[in-house]
């Protein structure tokens, strides 16, 4: 099975910071790449599909790239809201494996 | 608007058996697939398994591989998943999830508690 590995696993950053989480993939899986943000006691949600495409409705401060094997979330500038965990996911093919996750906080 | 409501969580001694329900509402439920996730206390996301639109096509992740079974009927518009020899580590919440490759429409999770 392809394994799925984000880092940092944690970060901390200063509001308006540019941060980014980076998602290795243990074999290419094209662009079949989802990006989910987790908030605390909360059901996760979707932000990014296809690697690039921003699902609507969310910031446009929040970005990813990458195919086959690695991958990027940006957040151009960091804001209180975007506390939360970051989690990958590949859906290329099954098992549809998340990463481990990468708890964003602020400074 | 589309909802997915999931039921049938507690608590379970180590080795029983458990059947979640998930209704979903709002959409075409037949025409979809749909996926079980799960989610330790402090852990992760863990995909379980998931069931094509007809109920054809089913996978499973290892962890749950001969435990647990994913099933849906189309005329009801609901989605099971029968847990059986449940251990301390299947603790977690569950989520229902109509599955797009990637996960738009959760459910808000029904809480398993594995202990003695």
């Known amino acids: 099975d392809i394994q799925m590995t984000q880092s940092p696993s944690s970060l901390s950053a200063s509001v308006g910071d540019r941060v980014t989480i980076t998602c290795r993939a243990s074999q290419g899986v094209s662009n079949f790449l989802a990006w989910y943000q987790q908030k605390p006691g909360k059901v996760p949600k979707l932000l990014i599909l ?23 979330l940006t957040i151009s500038s960091l ?6 965990t970051y989690y990958c996911q590949k859906y290329d093919s099954v098992p549809r494996t998340f990463g481990q996750g990468t708890k964003v906080e602020i400074k | 608007q589309v909802q997915l409501v999931e039921s049938g969580g507690g608590l379970v001694k180590p080795g029983g058996s458990l059947r979640l329900s998930c209704a979903a509402s709002g959409f ?7 996926s079980w996730i799960r989610q330790a206390p402090g852990k992760g996301l863990e995909w379980l398994s998931y069931i094509s639109s007809s109920g054809s096509t089913i996978f499973y992740a290892d962890s749950v591989k001969g435990r647990f079974t994913i099933s849906r009927d189309n005329a009801k518009n609901s989605l099971y998943l029968q847990m059986n020899s449940l251990r301390a580590e299947d603790t977690a919440v569950y989520y229902c999830a109509r599955d797009q490759g990637y996960v738009y429409r959760w459910g808000q999770g029904t809480l398993v508690t594995v202990s003695s």
């Open chain 1, 79 to 84: 804001q209180p809201e975007d506390v939360a």
């Open chain 2, 28 to 34: 075409t439920f037949s025409d979809y697939y749909m």
């Open chain 1, 50 to 72: 296809a690697a690039s495409t921003l699902q609507s409705g969310v910031p446009s401060r929040f970005s990813g790239s990458g195919s086959g094997t690695d991958f990027t």
